[in-house]
Each structure stands twice: as structure tokens, then as C-alpha cells.
């Protein structure tokens, strides 16, 4: 079990084209951006098992209006400029889960943000409980998700060390 970091510049476009798919599968994303935002990207990270993709992270450059957003929404919103990155597209795949993967895709993901402050949103228990080993802290308030109004986000950050 080993993740691997690159810069989108380096990838391949069949390797570009399988991560992409692989996180519009997930779920969770606007299948018209996401090509935009993987070459964006500060790193992609992905996770192989043999000749098969079965997990995904990144380090994202965010929309340059989307944080101020985000920390808005958790009612932090002056906090927003200390986290430029945005932890993302973590996934693994269902076959693959609760065998420690999803901590190293974002230990691969930390380690390519360079000592950068991170932030990441999730709905996802499995998240809220492995972000805080890996050093984030839930920031403001929860929010409702803008996408499923059934969800309620939580917002982590992750310092610059």
C-alpha cells in the first residue's frame, strides 16, 4: 500500500484521464470543472493496487472565491487566507476501504503541500475521525452542503508547519 504524489504537469493524459474519472465515479463533483481544477492541482496523489487505481487525494488551488465561502458558511471567514490549499478527492474504492488507504492517500497529500496550511470540508464520519490523527482541527460551525441539503459539512484546517 503506497501512495504516490505528482504534479498534473507530469501525468500522462491516460493517467489524467483515469484519476478524473475515478473521482467523478466518487461522487461529490462538477464533472465540467474538475479537468480544469486537476491541472490546477498542487499535487494529484493515487494509490494503485497492481495495474488497478483504487484511491485518490489532492492537493487543490481552490477557486480564488471559493474559501472566503467555505469559511463563511463554517462562520470563520477571516481564517480563510492562513489555508491556500484545499485537501480533496479523497476516495478510495469501496473494496479497498478500512485498511488504512484513505490515511495514506492524505499523509502523501500533507507531504505535498509542503508545509502550506490546508483546509478540507467532508460529511463523511470516516473523515472526521481520521483528519484529527493526521493533525487537521474541525474550524467554526458545521454547515449544511449546498449539494445535498441533507448533509452537514464540517470544516478542517490544517496549519503551515
Given at each position: 500500500m503506497h501512495?504516490?504524489?505528482?504534479k498534473p504537469?507530469?501525468?500522462?493524459v491516460a493517467?489524467?484521464?483515469?484519476f478524473i474519472a475515478f473521482v467523478i465515479?466518487?461522487?461529490?463533483?462538477n464533472a465540467a470543472t474538475l479537468p480544469d481544477l486537476v491541472d490546477r492541482a498542487v499535487a494529484i496523489v493515487i494509490m494503485r493496487e497492481g495495474a488497478s487505481l483504487v484511491g485518490t487525494a489532492a492537493v487543490k488551488t481552490p477557486n480564488v472565491t471559493y474559501p472566503p465561502k467555505v469559511f463563511r458558511k463554517a462562520k470563520v471567514e477571516g481564517?480563510?487566507?492562513?489555508?491556500?490549499?484545499?485537501l480533496g478527492?479523497?476516495?478510495?474504492?469501496?473494496?479497498?476501504?478500512r485498511q488504512g488507504r484513505g490515511h495514506a492517500?492524505?499523509?502523501a497529500a500533507i507531504h505535498a503541500a509542503a508545509g502550506k496550511g490546508l483546509y478540507a470540508t467532508t460529511k463523511s464520519e470516516a473523515m472526521r475521525r481520521m483528519l484529527p490523527k493526521l493533525g487537521f482541527t474541525a474550524l467554526g460551525t458545521p454547515y449544511v452542503s449546498a449539494e445535498d441539503p441533507?448533509?452537514?459539512?464540517?470544516?478542517?484546517?490544517?496549519?503551515s508547519r
Open positions: 501512495a504516490i504524489s505528482v504537469a507530469d501525468m500522462t493517467a489524467r484521464d483515469e465515479q466518487a461522487g461529490e463533483v481564517q480563510a487566507p492562513a489555508y491556500p490549499f484545499e478527492w479523497v476516495h478510495v474504492h469501496h473494496a479497498y476501504e492517500l492524505v499523509a441533507s448533509a452537514e459539512l464540517t470544516l478542517f484546517v490544517r496549519s
